[in-house]
């Protein structure tokens, strides 16, 4: 049986109808202490006893949402519906991961980025300021989403491409390699935008 790493403080409160009980740790997990005071969950199932995974700061998971692994969720990150945070990802700052997206490998998500619906973020990717990555979209590799972007439909950002300002990937696109989208772009239907080491492909509109 898995030893318990977490207890409940006996502090609550509550998010859109949702009780929510502080934690505080029950042994020493990286640089956090036993008795140190984590973060908020609703239940047992929202944060693994298994691996390094940790809820800190005032971050909140809740709902049928679930994190695992070494991912730690901190700062006032949401973590909500049905969603997955797991590997070695962190979401911090007040992002939000619910639906049923999936943000695991190494990716980030902070600022007050959200992602949502299918939408999976995995590699070393990073989605941050005030993007937004939602529907069936993918971003991977060490792919950057971030200003006010929007990245959804069934569109996918990989490689080291970069996509931020106000630009918008939406269908079926593909943004890949080294290329940059960037101020109101937008690259949408079956579009795929490729950069390269020797010339990353730039896309401004």
Request: aromatic fraction near 10%; proline fraction near 0%.
């Amino acid at each position: 049986m898995t030893e318990k790493k977490y207890e409940f403080t006996g502090e609550t409160k509550k998010i859109d109808g949702h009780v929510l009980h502080r934690i505080r740790l029950l042994r020493d997990i990286d640089r956090f202490k036993f008795g140190d005071v984590g973060g908020w969950i609703e239940s047992g199932d929202n944060l693994s006893h298994e691996g390094g995974c940790l809820v800190l700061g005032e971050a909140s998971i809740y709902g049928s949402a679930r994190i695992y692994g070494s991912a730690v969720v901190s700062g006032s990150a949401q973590v909500f519906g049905r969603s997955r945070v797991s590997g070695a990802a962190v979401v911090s700052g007040s992002a939000q991961v619910l639906g049923r997206a999936q943000v695991f490998g190494r990716a980030q998500v902070s600022g007050s980025a959200q992602v949502f619906s299918r939408a999976r973020v995995y590699g070393s990717a990073r989605v941050f300021g005030s993007a937004c990555v939602f529907e069936e979209a993918v971003v991977t590799g060490s792919a950057c989403v971030s200003g006010w972007a929007q990245v959804f439909g069934r569109s996918r950002v990989s490689g080291a491409a970069v996509v931020f300002g106000w630009a918008r990937v939406f269908d079926a696109a593909c943004v890949s390699g080294e290329a940059r989208v960037y101020g109101e772009a937008q690259v949408c239907g079956d579009e795929i935008v490729r950069g390269t080491p020797e010339r990353g492909q730039m896309v401004a509109r």
